[in-house]
Each structure stands twice: as C-alpha cells, then as structure tokens.
C-alpha cells in the first residue's frame, strides 16, 4: 500500500470579512477564521489583498501589515497570540 503525502502548496490567498482561505495547487481549500491573525483582522481590504507567495506556495506575507501565514500553520497550528495589553 502506497502512503503518498500531499503536498501543502497554495496557488493563492483570499481574506474575507470572516476568514482566511488558501486554495491549494490541488485543488483543496485551507480556512481559518480571520481571527486567527489579530494583523489581518485590523487590516484593511486593501491591505488584506495586497500578498506575496513565500516559499514556493508553502506561505504567505502581507508586507503592509508585516504578516506571514503557512499552509502548514493554517492545519496545524494555532492562532497569532495577540499583543498583551498594559
């Protein structure tokens, strides 16, 4: 039996209101909930669609925000911990 593993590329990146979606080479969607990065979520439409392909397609990065995002992290990881407040 053949155990092939996937590959975790993204062909690109969409922010909405709600979430944070990468569409894999694949063909297989990746979302987060947009609260998953505080940086994203504060941002602007604008800013939120302005990203560059890290990686080959295995991340992201939002240069006016200062945000990177992996497709790896988006599976497996755990959301942005916020900034602590005084």
């Known amino acids: 039996m ?14 909405s209101d709600d979430f944070i979606t990468a569409h894999l080479v694949d063909g297989r969607l990746v979302s987060v909930p947009l609260w998953w990065s505080w940086r ?10 302005h990203w560059e392909m890290i990686g080959d397609g295995f991340g992201f990065h939002w240069p006016d925000v200062d945000e990177d995002l992996s497709v790896e992290g988006m599976l497996f990881g755990t959301p942005a911990p916020r ?3 005084n």
Not at 9 to 14: G, N, S, T
Not at 40 to 49: H, N, Y
């Open 40 to 49: 994203l979520e504060a941002a602007t439409q604008a800013e939120r669609e």
């Open 83 to 85: 900034p602590a407040r």
């Open 2 to 15: 053949s155990t092939a593993v996937a590959e975790l590329r993204a062909a690109r990146v969409e922010v």
